[in-house]
């Protein structure tokens, strides 16, 4: 009898141990994922502008809307893909500036926003869509705060030296 309690009590100081030795085995399996850069967003008129990382010739691929809401499935809300115009400055997420275009991303009230350039790729989690309304002209929200697109530039110019 004394050996089963004894036992018992074996059990129970193993399982915090074997749970401490899994729990550490399977983050040494998980890949460690690459600190994201900054993404500078606005909201004008209904319209997502996006101020990236940028160097010249680097093209943007597409860019892509999720929602965020976990009673959504998650795919994209909206997409375009080929942007037309110049990325050297705002990438705006509107009809017009894109080859192909799908979706619609207006009324999504938690979202994430990830555009795609030939050498890599940015995204950005919103849970405040109201942040990004109402800035001062070419000033952008970026990870809580409200710069102006050079100050963006200059923040990120040490990882980007294309933009120094």
Excluded: K
Excluded at 92 to 117: I, P
């Amino acid at each position: 009898m004394e050996v089963h309690v004894l036992m018992a009590s074996r059990r129970s100081v193993l399982a915090p141990c074997l749970a401490g030795v899994a729990a550490a085995l399977l983050a040494a399996c998980l890949p460690v994922l690459p600190e994201q850069q900054p993404v500078g967003l606005r909201v004008d008129g209904g319209v997502i502008s996006a101020v990236i990382p940028s160097c010249p010739g680097d093209a943007v691929l597409r860019a892509v809307v999720t929602p965020a809401d976990p009673n959504i499935e998650l795919q994209a809300a909206w997409s375009a893909e080929e942007l037309l115009t110049d990325a050297s400055g705002v990438v705006v997420l509107d009809r017009t500036s894109w080859r192909t275009v799908r979706g619609d991303y207006s009324g999504l009230a938690v979202f994430g926003v990830d555009v795609e350039t030939e050498s890599t790729g940015f995204g950005v989690p919103v849970d405040d869509p109201d942040s990004l309304r109402d800035l001062p002209p070419d000033h952008f929200w970026v990870g809580g705060e409200i710069m102006s697109a050079e100050q963006f530039r200059a923040m990120i110019a040490a990882d980007f030296p294309c933009e120094a």
